[in-house]
Structure formats: structure tokens, C-alpha cells
């Protein structure tokens, strides 16, 4: 070979990429999507504060963003009663995962997260030159026990796990991470990934102010906050581990815009109560247009909700992709025995309206074509 | 050690930053800059229509931005008649250059840049166990030609080339850069950060749709386009170089506001071209407030103006830190003999007429302090 070559450990990595955005989808159709249920987003939006903070702080944008976030850390810290040590903010969960697996994966570092679970964490763990070890759900949940016991057995630098887990929705008490913690090797670090922790009751969760020295939290203005295009994010953890990600995150990388957007929605917990009651009312109504088509709906402690299609004898990628035809966009769990659902996240009533009445000629379609 | 252990590169990192914010220099002293000159911003700002569409994006926060960036890369492809395969767009050049280095750095590969070059550079090339070789400046601009021969003595991976020069403003003509291209060895590959390209006439720099399988180049909107605070960048190279950023980059970390506000600003090539004219103004008046201080200027192809301390007996960094103490921020040079000069970014009359006011009791303040 002649010319620059990259590392052998980039020639190695796959040129996939952990999601095809939906705009690629609509690119390759030709036609917009009409109802966006499928990323996790939230339609409901951030508060009209937070979009005239940034609408104002536009003007400004010409400023690099400050590279310490300090007003946004700040305010999380007396938000969650935690000393500012603890936390680093980030261009969003995605990015500082990628700090976090750089930080402590070495190529041929063993790392453990659920088979079907959140893929950018394996995007990453692959990057850096890790070694995945998966374990299955167990009843629609991540196992717990089976990370901790897959963690010890390998030896694991890191081991993932979403609460609430992401694509099943389900949720692990408070009592459970704190038996897994118990269950984990000295050295073993647990990525608790609570990117939807807002939309379950706060006493189904940690308080933040839980410490323990094998244990970083990753929280998000993307979800609850309704700001996925902001890439805000905030990681929460030892303070030595925080302060490592000094050494190599992308100091000036959180846009400025953003941040004075995600300090003015941390200041809106009345909006974000009423995210929470829209988002409850909308989980009901999947749940009832699952029931209308004899798809069983999974409980949800999110802002989706995955409807079990096995009782219908159908592919669920073959609704999906059905769906998707008439123009409605969701998403579907990747691994077996998940993958019998659909992932369908809330919206406006609108867009669940147009869900409503595309689904039982979507159940039609894909039926015919898991009989052929 | 007990406890979750980071990886032995990791810890061999330092936990410096490339530069201290502005705002931390403000907490520390408990007082806001009235001048901000130091960070090479373009406080000319944006277009309105930029600032239009970033404002009316607001409201679509709550979707992740299109992780292809497809719009705002077609139309950088059509702008520069380039390949859309030949570009990536990414969160600032920063975060490009991070990419860059991790696609090419193994540890212990040799990378060889500038003695007092942009600081990032050589952040990223440490982070990821880079061995980076050091080349003087010859007469204030980078020695191409010192670059090329270091690279072929150790077998550097990467050279790393800022044209315009920062923190010079100095510029290599079109003709320099294609004879080191010929001088670099077969596995070498220059990074040509043009991160002030706009501000030098086009035709001193290689046209954009150049192609050669050893040169990668970085444009951003940070700078003429006013947009440092947005975060996006992009880079333009070798189809198949371009294409192994998908393999690591962050996909979805380009804000989506700030997606949009680049597109607005780069269909407004008249603003722009009132930048420039602006930038051109400034810096004649920096050279002026110059030379009625007895500092000579830099001739400079960029947003900033160097002015030489030498001439006074005076140290720099006593004039910078003087005029910290009356609210004017700039920065300097970090290495000799380059350190002589204080670098002034460009902006409105009145904030240059704030330094012009503030510098003859800087220079005495200073030159009592070196006396000292």
C-alpha cells in the first residue's frame, strides 16, 4: 500500500455507523417523514424560556462557548446537591461515552454491556480496541446479576447498563444497582446510562447524590429536556474520574447557543413537569393504539413504548418497514427475543393520530409479507 | 491502586488545557473583560439571515441534527466544486483534528508541527501517544521546508501546518505548500488548517478542489463566518481518508441550529465579503495603535495583528498582563523568539479604541515591572 495509512486499529473498525439518521431515510424515499416517533426524541420541546435564552444568546455566537461550562455545572451541581467536582459536561451522552471508553479501554480491554443494548457504548468499546462481552436480557430487562457475574468472569474495565434501558424501557429499582455495584470487581466500572432518568419518578432512581467510587451516571438535555440537537450532556461520578476527562475531551466542544439553552431549561422544572404529563398521556395512548391492533405494550419508565407484535404471528421489521412507507418513522429493538417489538416513541397527539390510523393497514401489508 | 483504573496511557496525560477560556480569567479576577481580543473571534458576528435561521432552528431542538450534516456538505461540495465524498464536516476543527490524530496515531508514532504552532495540535497528538517533533519558525512563518525534512527524518505519520500562521498571521504562498507536498515522504500526511483561509485572498491559497493523496485541509465557520461559539468545521481531502472519519466520528455531535446557521452563512458570501472589509480596517488600526506605541506590526493575512515588543526592551508578556488588569484580553505567542509579540484579534472600533486608550499606561506599567 502506498500513501498515509491509518492505525491498525482504525483499519480494523467497520465503516458502520451506530444509527442511520432518519433524514438519510427520507433522502433514500424521496418523502419526508409525517409522524418522527422513532428517535427517542421530544416533540414536545424544550420551554419557551429556554428557546428564547437561545434565540437571545444567537447574537453571541460569534464567542467561543465557555470551555469549563462553568454556569451550566454550576447549577447542576446545586440542582443535584453535589460538589461541582462530580461533574463534567459534554457535547451530549455519545461524546463523553467516548471520552469515558478512551479513558479507560486499552485495545484487548474486556468491557460487558447487554446484547441489544444502547450501540454507541459498542461503538465505541470497537473504537478504542475493546473486547465486547454481551449478556441477554432477561424478561425484557437488562440482567443485573449476569452483567456483574460476565464483569467478574472477564474482568471487565467497564461494564454498560441504560436505566431506564433503552430499547425495552423497563426499569431496574435503585436496590438493584446497588447489589450490582456490591457484585462488581474492584476494578470494574459501571457506566450507569440514565439518558431517560427524568422521565421515571426520582424515587424510582439513585439519588444523584449516591456515591461510589465504581460508579459514573450519564445524564442528558436531549431527552426530558426536550434539546437533542443541542448535544448537552453531563456525566456524574468520582472526582478523580471526572477530573480525567480534562485530559482529552474536546474542551471548547459544547456549542454556545446550547449552553445557555440547557442552563435556562434546568431553571424550568415547571415546563418539564408538564413534558412529564404529556409524555405519560402519550405512553397511554401507544399503549392503547397497540391494544386496538392486538399489539401487547410493554411497561415503559421512558418516552417510548415498545408494543410486542409476537402475539400477531407478524415481523415487527416487517410493520416497521410498512410504516415507514406511508411515512411514519420509529424504531425497532436490533436483537432476538427483543426484536419481536416496536419502538415507538411519544409525540403530539397529531403525530400518534397519524400512527393510530396507519397501523392497522401497516399490520395488513406486513402480514401479507410474512406469509409470502 | 484500589478502584477503576484509566488506561497507562491516560494517566501518563497531563490534565492541562490547550488554552484557559476567557471566562475563567474573568472569575478569577471577578471582573469582566470590556475588550475581547485575545481568542481570534470575529466580533463582526454573523450575518442576519445566519442569525435568522439560527433563531428560527431553535425551535426544532428537540430533533438530533442530521448525523451526515448532508445539506450543509452538499453545499460546501457545490461552493468549492469539490467531490462530496472529499468533505467532512465536524464539531469545530478542533474536534476534526482530534479525529484526525486518532485515525493516524498509534503510540510512539512520530508527528511533527511547529514550535509555538496552535497548542490543539499537539494536545490531541499527546493524547493519543503521538511523539511529536518540534521545528523553529524562520522569520515568523513556519518553515516548510524545516517541516518536510523533520518529517522524513522520523517518518512522521502527520505534519501539521497552520497557513495563514496562527499565532504569526503569516502566509506561505500556493507554490510553498505543493513543493513541501513534493518533499514529504510517501506515508506523510499534511494537515493544512485553514482555519483562516478567508481572510487571505483567495488566490494566495491553493484552490479548494487541489487534490493530493498526502494534503488534508480544515476550514471552519469559527472565523470569518463569525460563528466560533456554533462548532462546526470541516475537512477536505482524499476520498478515502475523509471516508475513515465515519468509522470514529461522533455522528450525531454537530448541533442542529448550528448545521443550519452555517448553511445560512455560507450562502451569504456579501457578509462575508463586509467581514473582510471590516477585518482589513481593524487590523490597519491595530498596526496604527501600534506604531504610536513604537510596536511594530506583523504584516498578518488573518483576523489578528501580531505587534512586536522587542523594539521597547519590554517584556510581552508584562504589556498582556497590564492590559488583563484594565479589562483588555489578548493572548500571545507561547516560544521565542515569537514571544516578543502581543496578538490582537481583530474587532469594533470600540474595543480597539479601548486598547488604543489603554496601551501607553500598559507600556509604562510594564516597563516598570521589567525594570524591576
Redo the contacts between chains.
Keep these: 500500500m502506498?500513501?498515509?495509512?491509518?492505525?491498525?486499529?482504525?483499519a480494523t473498525?467497520?465503516?458502520t455507523?451506530?444509527?442511520v439518521?432518519p433524514?438519510?431515510q427520507e433522502?433514500a424515499s424521496g418523502r419526508a417523514f409525517v409522524a418522527?416517533l422513532g428517535?427517542n426524541?421530544?416533540?414536545?420541546?424544550?420551554s419557551e424560556a429556554t428557546?428564547e435564552a437561545?434565540?437571545a444568546?444567537?447574537?453571541?455566537?460569534?464567542?467561543?462557548?465557555?470551555?469549563?461550562n462553568?454556569d451550566l455545572k454550576w447549577a447542576l451541581a446545586e440542582f443535584h446537591h453535589l460538589a461541582v467536582d462530580r461533574i463534567v459536561v459534554g457535547?451530549?451522552i455519545?461524546?463523553l461515552l467516548?471520552d469515558l471508553v478512551?479513558?479507560?479501554?486499552?485495545p484487548g480491554?474486556p468491557v460487558v454491556t447487554s446484547a441489544g443494548a444502547y450501540p454507541t457504548f459498542n461503538y465505541h468499546a470497537t473504537?478504542f480496541g475493546g473486547v465486547i462481552n454481551f449478556v441477554p436480557y432477561r424478561n425484557d430487562h437488562e440482567d443485573w446479576e449476569g452483567l456483574a457475574e460476565k464483569a467478574k468472569s472477564v474482568g471487565a474495565?467497564l461494564v454498560y447498563l441504560a436505566n431506564p434501558d433503552n430499547p425495552m424501557g423497563t426499569l431496574l429499582p435503585p436496590a438493584a444497582i446497588i447489589q450490582m455495584l456490591e457484585h462488581l470487581p474492584?476494578?470494574?466500572?459501571l457506566i450507569l446510562d440514565e439518558a431517560y432518568g427524568e422521565f421515571a419518578s426520582s424515587d424510582h432512581l439513585l439519588p444523584m447524590d449516591f456515591e461510589h467510587?465504581?460508579l459514573i451516571r450519564m445524564r442528558t438535555f436531549?431527552k426530558a429536556y426536550?434539546?437533542?440537537?443541542?448535544?448537552v450532556g453531563y456525566a456524574v461520578g468520582?472526582a478523580q474520574?471526572i477530573?480525567?476527562f480534562?485530559?482529552?475531551r474536546?474542551?471548547?466542544?459544547?456549542?454556545?447557543?446550547?449552553q445557555r439553552?440547557a442552563l435556562a431549561a434546568l431553571k424550568d422544572q415547571d415546563h418539564l413537569q408538564a413534558v412529564l404529563h404529556k409524555n405519560a398521556a402519550a405512553k397511554d395512548r401507544i399503549a392503547q393504539i397497540g391494544q386496538q391492533n392486538n399489539l401487547l405494550a410493554l411497561p415503559s419508565a421512558t418516552n417510548f413504548v415498545c408494543l410486542d407484535c409476537s402475539g400477531l404471528g407478524v415481523d415487527a421489521a416487517q410493520i416497521l418497514s410498512a410504516l415507514s412507507d406511508v411515512g411514519i418513522f420509529i424504531r425497532m429493538p436490533f436483537v432476538a427475543p427483543q426484536n419481536r417489538c416496536l419502538r415507538i416513541s411519544t409525540g403530539p397527539d397529531a403525530a400518534l393520530d397519524l400512527l393510530g390510523a396507519a397501523l392497522p393497514d401497516a399490520i395488513k401489508v406486513a402480514t401479507a409479507r410474512t406469509q409470502k
Tied chains: 1, 2.
Design positions: 502506498r500513501g498515509p495509512q491509518i492505525t491498525g486499529l482504525a473498525l467497520p465503516s455507523v451506530p444509527f439518521g433524514e438519510a433522502r418522527r428517535a426524541e421530544n416533540a414536545f420541546g424544550p428557546l437561545m434565540r444568546a444567537a447574537a453571541e455566537v460569534w464567542k467561543y462557548g465557555d470551555p469549563e462553568h457535547e451530549g455519545d461524546a467516548g478512551r479513558l479507560f479501554v486499552a480491554d473504537g474495565k474492584d476494578q470494574t466500572l467510587p465504581n436531549s426536550g434539546m437533542a440537537g443541542a448535544r468520582p474520574i477530573g480525567a480534562d485530559k482529552i474536546n474542551h471548547f466542544g459544547v456549542n454556545l447557543v446550547a439553552g
